[in-house]
């Protein structure tokens, strides 16, 4: 039987990353990105524009929600493998929404 959920989640995760790179061509790329929506986490690896080594992302939980057409994520508890880079995440990205772009929010909505 196939797993529905992993599908989703693999689907979702390409479809983020593909997305994420065009909006950050000029400042790196998205490396590996997965999606677990059992665990409501992401895990991002991005190597930034002249950095040698690609940094770690994770949202230890998140939250996707719905206004009108609009689809928004809420993020909570991330960290990552710099320590600079977390305490930056944790003032401007914890707990704080931001919309879905419109690409992604349409499949999105095939899948939810």
């Not at 790196?28 to 690609?54: F, M, T, Y």
């Not at 996707?64 to 710099?82: A, F, L, P």
Request: aromatic content about 8%; proline content about 2%.
């Amino acid at each position: 039987m196939v797993d529905l959920t992993n599908l989703k989640d693999r689907t979702l995760s390409f479809t983020a990353r593909e997305a994420i790179n065009l909006y950050l061509k000029d400042l790196g790329k998205v490396l590996q990105l997965k999606i677990d929506s059992k665990r409501n986490s992401i895990e991002v690896e991005v190597l930034l524009a002249g950095e040698e080594k690609p940094i770690e992302l994770t949202i230890g939980r998140y939250e996707i929600c719905r206004e009108g057409e609009k689809y928004y994520i809420v993020v909570g508890e991330i960290g990552s493998s710099r320590r600079w880079i977390t305490a930056l995440a944790r003032r401007y990205l914890e707990g704080h929404r931001f919309e879905i772009p419109e690409n992604l929010a349409r499949i999105l909505q095939l899948l939810t």
